[in-house]
């Protein structure tokens, strides 16, 4: 494995953020477009999110939600309704001041995410308790201007879901709050082969205007944290802003509790941190837009492209397959779909036909076998399953690997100057204390996760009494 395979690709462990920008352009994922930070983005990396997408809307669905579109502008003054709220997006928020030569009345927000847009509508379709929970989702696209920015990553505008509920009580909401977390947690395990910490945000990271955050943390391959999704319980905040009350089965007026939830498009950019390597993408068989790449070897020769397009007709019962009949040489076409990540390679030339047989290659380790055409449907199902789980276990293995404990904040600042990594360490909950950790080191609190267990008394930084075992890394 230590071939140069693709020499336009950056070597991972010479300079990760180079070989993450090749990826994606050679792998024919995006382009650049013309506003800086803004991607476009193609095809092939349009066909990964449509497959996210499909499989987390019918999740969405299944639980009881509805599809839903709220506008694109938000005036305002509806955005000055919840102090934390804009004060939290303020940064960010791009602004529209004229249409056409005319300047407006009332600048628009172009939307960072839809809170006050869908409080307002509440507020308009809720009255009795009868009306809940209402469950809401959009899938739109958001703006924020960001000065540093990645495609998938990190980009003006991007692509998500966002839901939106309401619910009488704080304990429905908590529990939507959670169970949401679960389908995003699902999502990235079973589908992207990403493994993921669940855990709930501290004060300080938790989203603007929220009661609580809770958040699925994933472990790149260069040892930096990625926060994957996020789940909020907005508690009644939102709804005192809006005015979104009801009245209960005792004829009192309440306020609704309302959460929140988000998946982006930067998800793509986990899969490609997590599973790539030097020769390119590597995509899980799950989500891949194709599982199976057919090259025909010696297509000149009679008989040769027939039988390769009988076999791909043959395959499409089982797997999404695709061929190249092209005339690029047969190494030109391995190169190419390794650097594209595609999980089974099937090639097929005259030899082969006449022995019965086809030659498999996975992406994944580079293994080449010799498969018999008999039962080959049934052997495609079974290595593509292998290919997936192969995939998380090897991902899950190198986030345990680079998984570490401190005890005391030498310890804690002596593996972040000579390692990568999450760190388990106690905290006492006490801000001051988080925010000298990032002064100090640049790593900041990812989560305090669902399973927590004490893994020592003490804060790791101040030495008081601990509160909470906390996953601190750098992070994207």
């Known amino acids: 494995m230590g071939k140069q395979f693709v020499k336009e690709i950056t070597s991972m462990n010479e300079d990760f953020p180079q070989w993450y920008t090749d990826v994606v352009k050679k792998a024919d994922l995006v382009d650049y477009s013309s506003v800086r930070g803004s991607m476009i983005i193609r095809p092939y990396g349009y066909a990964l999110w449509e497959n996210i997408k499909s499989a987390l809307d019918q999740k969405i669905k299944e639980t009881g939600h509805e599809n ?52 307002e509508h509440y507020k308009n379709i809720i009255h009795s308790y009868r009306d809940l929970p209402k469950l809401y989702n959009q899938w739109s696209n958001v703006v924020r201007w960001e000065k540093t920015t990645r495609p998938f990553l990190r980009t003006l505008e991007f692509l998500w879901q966002e839901g939106h509920t309401c ?14 977390l679960e389908v995003y947690a699902d999502i990235c395990e079973n589908l992207l082969a990403i493994p993921v910490v669940k855990g709930k ?23 930096k944290a990625l926060q994957s999704g996020t789940s909020h319980h907005l508690g009644d905040g939102f709804a005192k802003a809006f005015g ?16 929140s939830w988000g998946f982006t498009t930067r998800i793509i950019g986990a899969m490609i941190m997590v599973h790539g390597d030097d020769r390119g993408l590597v995509i899980p068989p799950k989500v891949a837009p194709k599982q199976v790449m057919i090259v025909p070897i010696a297509q000149h020769k009679g008989g040769v492209l027939d039988f390769a397009y009988d076999l791909k007709e043959k395959l499409s019962k089982v797997a999404r397959v695709d061929i190249d009949a092209s005339d690029k040489k047969p190494g030109w076409k391995f190169n190419e779909y390794e650097m594209k990540g595609v999980p089974i390679r099937l090639e097929v030339g005259p030899k082969d036909i006449e022995k019965g047989q086809v030659v498999l290659a996975r992406r994944d380790t580079g293994e080449k076998m010799v498969t018999p055409l008999e039962n080959l449907e049934e052997t495609i199902v079974q290595l593509l399953e292998k290919v997936q789980t192969s995939l998380y276990n090897k991902a899950k293995e190198h986030r345990n690997e680079h998984t570490y404990e401190a005890y005391t904040y030498e310890e804690f600042k002596q593996i972040f100057n000579e390692k990568q990594g999450f760190v388990k360490a106690m905290w006492c909950g006490n801000q001051a204390c988080e925010e000298k950790i990032k002064e100090d080191t640049s790593v900041t609190s990812r989560c305090m996760p669902f399973d927590e267990t004490a893994i020592a008394k003490a804060c790791v930084c101040c030495k008081e009494e601990a509160q909470h075992l906390v996953y601190w890394a750098k992070a994207y």
């Open 244 to 259: 979104i009350q009801f009245t209960d089965q005792d004829g009192k007026e309440q306020y609704v509790q309302q959460t």
């Open 167 to 180: 619910h009488a009580t704080d304990e429905e909401a908590l529990e939507e709050t959670v169970k949401m």
């Open 68 to 119: 839903v579109y709220m506008p694109l502008f938000i005036p305002e003054s509806l955005l000055q309704k919840e102090k934390d709220h804009i004060e939290g997006f303020a940064p960010e928020v791009a602004w529209v001041t004229h249409g056409g030569e005319d300047e407006l009345a009332e600048r628009l927000c172009v939307r960072p995410t839809s809170e006050v847009l869908f409080g």
């Open 201 to 223: 945000k501290t004060e300080k990271e938790k989203f603007a205007g929220a009661k609580l955050t809770y958040t699925i943390e994933s472990l790149m391959h260069d040892g």
